[in-house]
């Protein structure tokens, strides 16, 4: 795991490194300069040959500070330099002023506007310096209309031209993973590039990644991420421990890494699955039931059975209406399949050893679903265990609730997960879906979720969100070369809300949160595995080979 910062968190480690006399303010800057322009050439190493031209954007802050120490050490390499500054030299915050300073005693600093920029000679680099974490609104027109993708088109062979951001591409909230702006990229007449923003061919940024890379916007237009270590230190980045509860005040991003390191899939997800402990029957691996819905309408819940045994579960048990039992027999063997009519108790087909329940996929939007779901939450402390049931609800089983969700979340436990997409969450948090919330990261609206419903939620997406109610935090994201658009799929969701019931149940397996993180990386594992024309019911079966391939 690899922990995600917002910006107050990197502000306060900086301030705690440079308060404690480790290290100034200066420094961290030539450090961060120095490691945009290393991270330049480990990436493009015939950069280092002929003769070179950058043109280098500063914005007012430290941002821009980390600018002109590029433009220096570029400049003593023999470059060809062009800095640009928006905003007055004099105001500049102090270390930001020293290198402003120790450029413009020999260098002209032009103006930072369209005009001033593109009609210079082509360079090989533009460095986008103006805005960091320190962006506070959205960009000022002519700055957006500057930093447009599109605008170095004006020279040629524009796309060998490299852009480079520092830290993020500046507009980026990386608190959010929006866009700021105020005015109306649709307008054509007014911009002559609608919709294009500035995106980076590579983001340098410094210490740990934010948030907002991760998030929206981010990955799209930070395009390749590059984490340059400064010598800071960070005290709490051990509570990303794998395996171990998250930090509440943390996000921390799902991945084989351990402090900044890789880390082999033998060790993480490997050692939290249950089937690698080489004692205990089938029973201790859990014994998960899936709620089928009626006639035709059951491979949802078919596809989440398979995915749930194949991911570890000891027996998997569908349950049916009595006039969809012929259908759902044709296409099961290793499942159990019993009937359950509308009016029989759960208590009548299923015995107190089932440890994982996964409601919704196929089930239908009614009043019987919504009592199946009551009736379940209902359940607890399943076995030997002495503890509750998992119980993973999806699809239909939160829209039966739209427009009365408190009916849902008062029977919600702590082994109760919500897998809603943005449509099933907007219909049981619509103050905080994706519309409503300008203000809000998709994470914060996670948390807050998590924290009314009284249980764990995982708000799926390119950039999955899993948050429990104390604030706890994680991200999966299918992003920087995991992408995986083949998973947009009818089913995969199905198929992931088996996988968490798969990996939860099971008596020995860590607590609901952590198997959650594994089920979210193993589903886009396995769809990675299999490339694309992907769909939902080859998840299942690429399981086995994701699971060897991590050594399992
Ligand atoms: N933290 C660290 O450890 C290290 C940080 N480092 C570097 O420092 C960067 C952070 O610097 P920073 O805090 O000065 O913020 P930055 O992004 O330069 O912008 C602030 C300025 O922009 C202004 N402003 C904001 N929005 C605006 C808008 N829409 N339109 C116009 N103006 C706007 C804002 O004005 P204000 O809101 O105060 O009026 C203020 O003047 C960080 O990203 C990294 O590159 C490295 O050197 C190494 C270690
Ligand atoms: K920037």
């Known amino acids: 795991m690899t922990e995600l910062l917002t910006s107050t968190q990197m502000r306060e480690i900086e301030q705690a490194a440079i308060g404690s006399g480790a290290v100034t303010g200066l420094e961290l800057m030539e450090r961060a300069g120095q490691g945009v322009v290393d991270a330049i050439f480990s990436e493009w190493p015939k950069l280092k040959d002929g003769d070179r031209a950058a043109v280098i954007l500063c914005g007012p802050g430290n941002n821009g500070g980390d600018g002109f120490v590029i433009a220096r050490l570029l400049d003593e390499m023999g470059w060809e330099v062009r800095a640009h500054l928006f905003g007055d030299p004099s105001k500049l915050p102090p270390d930001a002023k020293t290198n402003h300073d120790r450029w413009a005693e020999k260098h002209a600093v032009l103006s930072l506007s369209a005009d001033d920029i593109y009609s210079g000679p082509r360079p090989d680099v533009i460095i986008d310096a103006v805005f960091g974490i320190g962006l506070t609104r959205p960009l000022p027109e002519h700055i957006a209309l500057a930093l447009n993708s599109k605008a170095k088109t004006v020279w040629k062979r524009a796309t060998d031209i490299k852009t480079v951001a520092v830290d993020c591409p500046s507009g980026l909230d990386l608190d959010r993973g929006h866009v700021l ?260 990261s998709k994470v914060d609206a996670a948390r807050q979720a998590a924290a009314r419903a009284g249980c764990t939620i995982l708000l799926k997406g390119p950039d999955t969100v899993i948050a429990q109610p104390d604030g706890g935090a994680s991200l999966h994201a299918a992003t920087y070369g995991r992408e995986v658009p083949w998973l947009a799929t009818a089913g995969a969701g199905d198929v992931l809300a088996g996988l968490i019931a798969g990996l939860a149940a099971p008596h020995l397996s860590s607590d609901l949160f952590v198997m959650t993180e594994i089920a979210a990386y193993l589903h886009a594992e396995a769809a990675r595995g299999f490339g694309p024309g992907l769909i939902a019911e080859d998840l299942p079966e690429q399981l086995p080979q994701t699971l060897r391939e991590m050594g399992c």
């Open 181 to 440: 702006t105020d005015f109306d990229y649709e307008d054509e007449d007014a911009h002559p590039w609608p919709k294009t923003l500035n995106m980076a061919d590579l983001t340098v940024t410094f210490h740990a990644p934010k948030i907002g890379h991760y998030l929206g916007m981010g990955p799209a237009l930070c395009r390749k991420l590059s984490i340059v270590d400064i010598g800071l230190e960070d005290l709490q980045a051990e509570r990303a421990m794998l395996g171990m509860p998250p930090d509440p005040s943390r996000v921390r991003l799902v991945e084989p890494r351990f402090l900044g390191r890789p880390l082999s899939k033998r060790i993480w997800p490997k050692t939290a699955l249950s089937k690698n402990y080489a004692m205990g029957h089938k029973y201790d691996h859990g014994h998960v039931i899936v709620f089928a819905g009626g006639v035709g309408r059951g491979g949802a819940a078919r596809m989440a059975a398979r995915a749930a045994l194949r991911s570890g579960a000891g027996l998997v048990t569908v349950l049916c209406p009595p006039s969809a039992l012929i259908e759902n027999a044709c296409h099961l063997d290793a499942i159990m399949l019993r009937s359950l009519a509308k009016d029989q108790l759960l208590a009548d087909v299923v015995d107190g050893r089932a440890t994982g329940f996964c409601l919704g996929p196929g089930m239908g939007v009614s009043d019987a679903t919504r009592s199946r779901v009551i009736e379940v939450l209902g359940r607890r402390a399943a076995g030997s265990s002495g503890r509750d049931p998992v119980v993973v609800l999806d699809a239909d089983a939160l829209t039966s609730f739209e427009g009365d969700p408190d009916a849902l979340f008062k029977h919600c436990h702590e082994r109760t997960i919500l897998t809603p997409h943005e449509g099933e969450f907007a219909r049981l948090f619509q103050d905080l879906s994706g519309r409503a919330r300008t203000d809000l």
